[in-house]
Structures are given as structure tokens and as C-alpha cells.
């Protein structure tokens, strides 16, 4: 049985999909931060089967609740303080996402003006397809983050 201890303050990221955690590290940029992560592949689920898991020492502002709802609105986010979970997020599709994902539109005046925020609208929500603001060009959730 494998023991990863508890956390005092910080945040669970649970159901995770089995082999998401380390794409979402990165894209949550937890690498960037000063405190303690661990992550959890391939844990066993009643629910899903398998799945991974993200536990994060630190404030829950350091977290952007947008990204993660735009990578995966289905995973919870378990808000820890005192040694206890104080509370549950659930997690939607942002109606906008400023610098997630990247235009591919090469005709895109994001293209041509680097300094531009990329700003993506949610245009069907049950497909999950976001549009460019400027060009429209339709990005389904298959993203390719900003760096």
C-alpha cells in the first residue's frame, strides 16, 4: 500500500484522467512554484477505474481555476486547511481563456502582433468548442497551451 502523507493548507486535484497529471502540472506551471507536490498516477477508482491525483502544498489562489476548467472541467478540487477538506470546487468551462491556447490561424493578427493576449471564446458548450477573438478560427478542447 502505497502512503503519501496528508497536506496542512493547499489543494487535492482529484479524478483526474489515468496519465493527465504530468500535462497538467505543466500547464498549471507547478513546477514554477515553491512547495510541495505530489502526484499520483494510475491510483485505483470505484468511479473511473484508474486515475491520477495532484496534491498541492500552497494557497488555493495559486491555483487557476479557468485553465484547469478548460483542460478538464470534471476534476475536483478538494480545498484543504487545518488537516481538512473545507471545501469542494466544481470546476466549468470558462465563457474566455486569455492566453491558454494558441491561435493556429497563420492569417490571425496574433500572428503578426506577438504582444497580443490570445483570447479564446466559448462558442458551443456542449461540443466544447472555443473561437478565436479576433479571427474566429474554432479551437475544439484538444489545446495547445500557451508556454
Not at 482529484?14 to 493527465?20: E, L, N, Q, T, V
Not at 484547469?68 to 486547511?81: A, E, P, S
Not at 481538512?84 to 502582433?113: A, D, F, G, Y
Request: charged share 35%.
Amino acid at each position: 500500500m502505497l502512503n503519501i502523507s496528508g497536506i496542512s493548507e493547499g489543494f487535492v486535484l482529484d479524478h483526474i484522467k489515468a496519465g493527465m497529471s504530468m500535462s497538467i502540472y505543466k500547464d498549471l506551471k507547478l513546477d514554477r512554484l515553491d512547495c510541495q507536490v505530489a502526484i499520483i498516477k494510475n491510483a485505483r477508482s470505484n468511479k473511473m477505474g484508474k486515475k491520477d491525483m495532484i496534491k498541492v502544498e500552497c494557497p488555493i489562489d495559486m491555483l487557476d481555476l479557468d485553465i484547469l476548467g478548460f483542460i478538464d472541467h470534471n476534476i475536483t478540487v478538494n480545498v484543504i486547511k487545518g488537516d481538512r477538506i473545507v471545501e469542494k470546487k466544481k470546476l466549468h468551462l470558462p465563457k474566455q481563456v486569455v492566453n491558454v491556447i494558441r491561435c493556429k490561424n497563420p492569417r490571425c493578427i496574433t500572428s503578426i502582433e506577438q504582444e497580443l493576449d490570445q483570447i479564446f471564446i466559448l462558442t458551443d458548450k456542449e461540443k466544447e468548442i472555443y473561437r478565436c477573438k479576433y479571427c474566429e478560427e474554432q479551437q475544439k478542447k484538444k489545446h495547445r497551451m500557451v508556454r
